[in-house]
């Protein structure tokens, strides 16, 4: 019984690092489909495997780094010939999930984001900081090798940061919340659930591809969402509105139409991050209210049944309870 432990535990190593490689690499192919050049630097708006390397530590722990590295292998080697830079670009993709982690179980951090410090630390740790572990260490690999112009090294690294920044603030949440989910919502609110589904399939491609530049029609559904359904509403709108940006943006029509490429990335830019900190930190002020209530409420309940307990006890032997006929 012990030798079969043993032996499955390392079996059970493989084939966590095997799955997180290949979630990590099926959802950087996923963000490579929708891609521009700015500057001569290939630039990818969102880049989800960020998002999906720091879910897959926060949830298993340090241990499963190595997935993490073998699948961004996996993704330099299908782009091309693999040279002297993969060894950088391993380790920046690597150490800015890691390096997020660590900053973030250094805050206390907690996985439900119930908490505006949750949020809060998600989006300046472990986004906006962590991140420039992987942007700069992975640029100055580039650089080093010449595939990176010294005059383009800037723009190249503010859309490689902004990217991975983008892939943390979308799409970690979202596999948070997958992954905490216990229950369905009650069946009453199903309809209110399809109600927000459609708005937001409605009022999303309107908003970012007419050429009206309508993008605020979107946050009224992020603040519907966040108010109603928590985080579960909230970040899914945001996830579907900034890949329908994306989509736009790559494009050139709508709200992103007759713009230079470093315009578009801008507003681009603007926009996603703008929607991700309102969807984000909005549903974690709510949701820190809510367990406020339900605690006071616990509290008062508790209180009440002391008080009835205590004045139970003190009534004199004898003598019945206020409120009775003595007999």
Known sequence: MVAFRELRRPAVLVLRTLAVAACYYAAARLGLLRRFTVEGAVFTPIFPSTGVALACLLVFGLGCWPGVTFGAFLLVTSLGPPGLDVVGILVGNTGGPVCAYLLLRRAGFRTDLSRLRDGVALVF??????????????????????????????PSWLAWWVGDAMGV????????????????????RWKEALALGVATVVLAPVATHSSLSALFLVYPLLIWGALRFRLAGSMLCALFTS???????????GAFSRLSPVE????????????????????????????????????????????????AHDTPAGRAPPGKDER
Do not use: Y
Not at 128 to 135: C, G, H, P, Q, R
Not at 138 to 148: A, D, I, N, R
């Open 125 to 154: 740790l472990g986004a906006l900081t962590a991140m420039l572990v992987s942007s700069v260490v992975g640029m100055v690999s580039l650089l080093l090798v010449g595939k990176v112009a010294t005059s383009s090294f800037w």
């Open 169 to 188: 603030l979308l799409v970690t949440p979202v596999l948070l919340l997958l992954l905490e989910a216990r229950r369905p919502p009650p069946l009453g």
């Open 264 to 311: 578009v990335m801008v507003k681009l830019q603007l926009f996603n991050g703008s929607m991700a900190l309102t969807a984000l930190l909005l549903s974690a002020v709510i949701s820190e209210q809510r367990n406020t209530r339900m605690s006071v409420a616990a509290a008062c309940k508790e209180l009440a049944e002391a008080l009835e307990h205590l004045s």
């Open 243 to 253: 890949v329908l940006a994306t989509v736009a943006a790559t494009d050139g029509v």
